[in-house]
T-cell receptor, first 113, second 113 residues
Framework: GAGVSQSPRYKVTKRGQDVALRCDPISGHVSLYWYRQALGQGPEFLTYFNYEAQQDKSGLPNDRFSAERPEGSISTLTIQRTEQRDSAMYRC???????????FGPGTRLLVL | AQSVAQPEDQVNVAEGNPLTVKCTYSVSGNPYLFWYVQYPNRGLQFLLKYITGDNLVKGSYGFEAEFNKSQTSFHLKKPSALVSDSALYFCAVRDPLDNDMRFGAGTRLTVKP
């Protein structure tokens, strides 16, 4: 596609529910990144993939957070047993290969009630 | 680990005047430096980057940034501001040995007519 797309754009859920956030990178981009952006803050790195391999998940806050990219294209960020503190904008970015410029999607705004 | 600081939460300039948005960084090796802009209700857009070479980097929309190794700075500049430049600007740094990218907290630029 023309750019990185993310869905849903908005997600409201109740505390304790699981959510799955989807990222569709720019076609052909090898690397895919997930970030979390709290209100008034810059994006915070969560994890990234090269092809289907998860290279670094050091930014995932705890074991409720996981991500996958099984076919090296679309990625899903899953948050289990959501908590109110998980509320944030979740951003995905992709780049042609490792180290190249990252292009961001519009983000998914998550609100946990 | 790398880090980046944007010392100003808010920058106000008059249209037609030059603008500077400040950024300083900390990284163990030679840094890769980036500027992104976020317009209201839009995703992060890439403006420019410094990898190597000329310290003055030119980017989109007439913006430029100067890499200063001795001052560990990468300030964003534009000779003549436009009202349409009003947005949130993020500086980011990536250590080439580590693919995590760290963002500053952002600086809100307001250009008044």
């Amino acid at each position: 596609g023309a750019g990185v797309s993310q869905s849903p754009r908005y997600k409201v859920t109740k505390r304790g529910q699981d959510v799955a956030l989807r990222c569709d990178p720019i076609s052909g981009h090898v690397s895919l990144y997930w970030y979390r952006q709290a209100l008034g803050q810059g994006p915070e790195f969560l994890t990234y993939f090269n092809y289907e391999a998860q290279q670094d998940k050091s930014g995932l806050p705890n074991d409720r957070f996981s991500a996958e990219r099984p076919e090296g294209s679309i990625s899903t960020l899953t948050i289990q047993r959501t908590e109110q503190r998980d509320s944030a904008m979740y951003r995905c970015a992709s780049s042609p290969s490792v180290g190249e410029t990252q292009y961001f999607g519009p983000g998914t705004r998550l609100l946990v009630l | 680990a790398q880090s980046v600081a944007q010392p100003e939460d808010q920058v106000n300039v008059a249209e037609g005047n030059p603008l500077t948005v400040k950024c300083t960084y900390s990284v163990s090796g030679n840094p890769y430096l980036f500027w992104y802009v976020q317009y209201p209700n839009r995703g992060l857009q890439f403006l420019l980057k410094y990898i190597t070479g000329d310290n003055l980097v030119k980017g989109s929309y007439g913006f430029e940034a100067e890499f200063n190794k001795s001052q560990t700075s990468f300030h964003l500049k534009k000779p003549s501001a436009l009202v349409s430049d009003s947005a949130l600007y993020f500086c980011a740094v990536r250590d080439p040995l580590d693919n995590d990218m760290r963002f500053g907290a952002g600086t809100r630029l307001t250009v008044k007519p």
